[in-house]
């Protein structure tokens, strides 16, 4: 069956940085564009960033220029890298393979995501 782990979640400061990860088991992971996305209590879950196969990495306006999204192949791994992190950036964030047309669209059941806590 398919597995989606995400860990690395934690309370930090505003300005501060945490490194998500994800593994994940259970299909083609190799070939497939992979997501990362949070929900906000009492808000729908949105998109962040997504890598595919090959080619570049996308993020969605919000997060540009302050996260990183990476992928290990080799590990099975999707990787989030956030920095400069705000307190709207506070939600639990889950990863799942996407569509490469569609970046909304997680494939797979949704794992227990990480919490990620941004607060002085």
């Known amino acids: 069956q398919v597995q989606l782990v995400e860990s690395g979640g934690d309370l930090v400061q505003p300005g501060g940085s945490l490194r998500l990860s994800c593994a994940a088991s259970g299909f083609s992971f190799s070939t497939n564009t992979m997501a990362w996305y949070r929900q906000a209590p009492g808000k729908e879950r949105e998109w962040v960033a997504f890598?595919?196969?090959?080619?570049?990495?996308d993020y969605a306006d919000s997060v540009k220029g302050r996260f990183t999204i990476s992928r290990d192949n080799a590990k099975k791994t999707v990787n989030l890298q956030m920095n400069s992190l705000k307190p709207e950036d506070t939600a639990v964030y889950y990863c799942?393979?996407?569509?490469?047309?569609?970046?909304?669209?997680?494939?797979?059941?949704w794992g227990q995501g990480t919490q990620v806590t941004v607060s002085s």
């Open positions: 890598i595919p196969s090959t080619g570049n990495p």
């Open positions: 799942n393979m996407c569509l490469s047309a569609n970046r909304n669209s997680g494939q797979f059941p």
